[in-house]
T-cell receptor, first 114, second 117 residues
């Protein structure tokens, strides 16, 4: 079975500061891992995905995430926050080769202060 | 390309009434998903279709929820009768891949926000 834990339901940073959103996963089989962003009153938009190629994955809007098997983590980072990054971020896992059912975490709301 | 279209955007009903949501996926996408997103939680899969067949409906409350995907394109999700705990955003998503190719990204619509009074 797969599960995802996102540490911190709210994260606040200043504009220009480092963004770090934490995600730990549990999976009985090699996983695919995803980060999605949700702006108010909108659906989810894919930021990036890990599918077993490079462990450091680059996504849209300057975000990247690193897959660390030893730590079962897939944390999302961005070197310099922008006001437009304020949104809800969801980490998700699916089981490779078996199903494309996504299991989502509970989300982290990112606030960016000027 | 046009994205996933959902309607209505908002719906308010009283408990025990019925409601239906509509979804038009991205053209050519074989797989369609319905998710329920309760306030403060991540989306939870309700049902997954591949073309017009059901792949996974293990978390669909079948005593009150039903869904269909006619001709493998559009889909409707119905709730009858609605309960207070059904207040949520209902998201539709579609993907190009068939089941088992889970590296294909899912594309989401903007959702329908349902409020039960």
């Amino acid at each position: 079975a797969q599960s995802v834990t996102q540490l911190g339901s709210h994260v606040s940073v200043s504009e220009g500061a480092l963004v770090l959103l934490r995600c730990n996963y549990s999976s009985s089989v090699p996983p695919y891992l995803f980060w999605y962003v949700q702006y108010p009153n909108q659906g989810l938009q894919l930021l990036l995905k890990y599918t077993s190629a490079a462990t450091l994955v680059k996504g849209i809007n300057g975000f990247e995430a690193e897959f660390k098997k030893s730590e079962t983590s897939f944390h999302l980072t961005k070197p310099s926050a922008h006001m437009s990054d304020a949104a809800e971020y969801f980490c998700a896992v699916s089981a490779r080769y078996n199903t494309d059912k996504l299991i989502f975490g509970t989300g982290t709301r990112l606030q960016v202060f000027p | 390309e046009a994205g996933v279209a959902q309607s209505p955007r908002y719906k308010i009903i009283e408990k025990r009434q019925s409601v239906a949501f509509w979804c038009n996926p991205i053209s050519g996408h074989a797989t369609l998903y319905w998710y329920q997103q309760i306030l403060g939680q991540g989306p939870k899969l309700l049902i997954q279709f591949q073309n017009n067949g059901v792949v996974d409906d293990s978390q669909l409350p079948k005593d009150r929820f039903s869904a269909e995907r006619l001709k493998g394109v559009d889909s409707t999700l119905k709730i009858q009768p609605a309960k207070l705990e059904d207040s949520a955003v209902y998201l539709c998503a579609s993907s190009l891949g068939v089941t088992g190719t889970s590296n294909q990204p899912q594309h989401f619509g903007d959702g329908t926000r349902l409020s039960i009074l």
